[in-house]
């Protein structure tokens, strides 16, 4: 039986968000100081979830997570940093998980350094967030198949055509739900730290006013410049890059 006090500390805590038929809940903010080399920086963290029953009711919501079986699924969230509701500039980051470079810190790709990175950038700043999508594995296609992928790119095949041959697309990435999050957030305008005009399309075609773009490049080494230079020339990433930083 969830009691009254239960319910009251975390009702104010709960937003709902419309999503058709569907409703995704956000939840925060919440307290998390972050280790960032060797300073501790005090962001606000948020985890949403979709769910198919679309209620209001608090104690629905509750009554259902210990049945739901959410540690076998994946949930996104977003650290925010500083006013990010009110101030005048501030900067996202909408960066796709990547357990082995986030967590194990690979270097066959880029996203650990992207990561950390984006927080350093985002706190230099002042104001910003880092939404942390977590259904983005291998740019949509999950561990399991990027485990498979990263075998055929070990026998020749780039980024690209590991994920095409297996059955996917190139890009499987959907930004929907994230977008929606960050509408809640956040109503001005927002400078996007990223390489993949992708992403900048997504927001604008959200109708989000997106008045600048930052680069992200660097850990520029021998295990990942292949997979760089397919992100150039084959996703159309942009390149600002010192020449002899270039995977080209």
């Known amino acids: 039986m969830i009691t009254n006090e239960i319910i009251s500390i975390l009702e104010s805590k709960i937003q709902f968000i419309e999503r058709g038929d569907k409703a995704i809940y956000l939840v925060g903010p919440i307290e998390l100081p972050v280790n960032l080399d060797g300073e501790t920086v005090v962001f606000k963290w948020y985890c949403w979830l979709l769910c198919s029953e679309v209620t209001?009711?608090?104690?629905?919501?509750?009554?259902?997570?210990s049945s739901s079986n959410l540690a076998e699924m994946q949930q996104?969230?977003?650290l925010v940093y500083g006013d990010f509701e009110q101030a005048d500039e501030a900067l996202i980051r909408m960066h796709s998980i990547c357990h082995t470079g986030?967590?194990?810190?690979s270097k066959r790709c880029d996203c650990g350094y992207q990561l950390k990175h984006s927080m350093k950038i985002i706190?230099?700043?002042?104001?910003?967030?880092l939404f942390y999508l977590a259904n983005h594995e291998g740019r949509g296609i999950g561990l399991f198949s990027k485990a498979m992928a990263y075998i055929l790119q070990e026998n020749g095949l780039d980024t690209v055509e590991a994920n095409l041959q297996l059955g996917f697309k190139d890009d499987a990435r959907n930004y929907d739900d994230a977008i929606r999050v960050l509408k809640t957030l956040r109503t001005k305008p927002v400078s996007l730290i990223t390489?993949?005009?992708?992403?900048?399309?997504?927001?604008?075609n959200a109708g989000l006013n997106v008045s600048e773009r930052m680069p992200i490049w660097g850990d520029v080494s021998e295990f990942n410049q292949k997979y760089l230079k397919t992100k150039?020339?084959?996703?159309?990433?942009?390149?600002?890059?010192a020449q002899d930083e270039q995977p080209l």
């Open 56 to 65: 209001i009711d608090t104690n629905r919501i509750i009554e259902k997570l």
């Open 76 to 78: 996104s969230s977003v």
């Open 102 to 105: 986030d967590i194990f810190g």
């Open 123 to 129: 706190v230099e700043h002042g104001a910003g967030a």
């Open 195 to 204: 390489n993949n005009p992708k992403k900048i399309d997504a927001l604008k």
């Open 232 to 241: 150039v020339e084959r996703a159309g990433h942009l390149v600002e890059m």
